[in-house]
């Protein structure tokens, strides 16, 4: 009993986590990726990020799959079904990169991609038109490079989707089941590599399973009360968010 009290998180790390991951999953709840984006810049302060990759793992794979399963209907199969093989293919090649090549100057681009393709969205032509399904590729390929990277290939996979499908809900959904498939292999793996035999990890991320639910909860309760067009555009401030904070990352780790 004394080694579970042990293993509890500190009150300070709690006060500073719940927040965090409460403002998080209400990014999650309203574009269905995120979380990381709100998350590490302030948990990466007082806890190693070899801790942060996994708690994230863990709890995102809940929330994404919960989601997924409650807009089961509104999935896009046919889009998910061609969106997965390229991904995995990215995903390898992002491996071999993390161990081959500096990731500063690839976390650069993409943030630089992703800020662009925002401004575009916002000061240019209105973008209702769908793109041919032939950019699954290029989008779905780099995004499972970068999420082998960094775990930032949401918004490439939002980038995709956003031009593909008309409505909301199967946006989410779709985005959702393509990322619990991502995180719970990303979790698997970080399972059989022993990283939850630490049992703090696990009771931190049962002790923030609140945040993520109220979060989650805030988040949809918003999606609800959007117009497609109101929608997108906070679709596309996050990934301004996303890209201005990846090239902050990409700095401080010069």
């Given at each position: 009993m004394s080694a579970l009290f042990d293993a509890l998180p500190s009150i300070a790390l709690f006060a500073i986590a719940f927040p965090a991951f409460l403002a998080g999953y209400i990014i999650l709840g309203l574009v269905s990726f995120g979380t990381s984006l709100i998350v590490a810049p302030v948990l990466v302060n007082i806890m190693p990020l070899s801790r942060i990759v996994p708690l994230l793992a863990l709890l995102d794979c809940v929330a994404t799959t919960a989601n997924g399963v409650r807009l089961s209907s509104k999935v896009a199969v046919k889009e998910l079904m061609v969106m997965v093989p390229v991904m995995v293919l990215g995903s390898l090649l992002g491996a071999y990169l993390l161990l081959n090549l500096p990731a500063r100057p690839l976390m650069a681009a993409l943030g630089l991609f992703l800020i662009g393709n925002a401004l575009y969205t916002f000061f240019g032509k209105p973008a209702d038109r769908i793109i041919a399904q032939?950019?699954?590729?290029?989008?779905?390929?780099?995004?499972?490079?970068?999420?082998?990277?960094?775990?930032?290939?949401g918004p490439l996979y939002a980038t995709y989707f956003s031009r593909r499908l008309h409505e909301p809900d199967a946006l989410r959904a779709t985005q959702s089941v393509l990322l619990s498939m991502a995180t719970f292999t990303r979790a698997v793996i970080f399972a059989v590599a022993g990283v939850y035999s630490d049992f703090k990890i696990v009771l931190l991320a049962i002790c923030l399973l609140p945040a993520?639910?109220?979060?989650?909860?805030?988040?949809?309760?918003?999606t609800l009360r959007l117009t497609r067009e109101q929608f997108l555009r906070v679709l596309h401030s996050v990934l301004l968010l996303a890209?201005?904070?990846?090239?902050?990352?990409?700095?401080?780790?010069?």
């Open positions: 032939g950019w699954v590729v290029p989008l779905g390929f780099l995004g499972g490079v970068f999420s082998a990277l960094f775990g930032s290939g993520m639910v109220l979060g989650m909860w805030i988040g949809e309760r918003i890209g201005i904070t990846l090239c902050l990352r990409a700095l401080a780790s010069g």
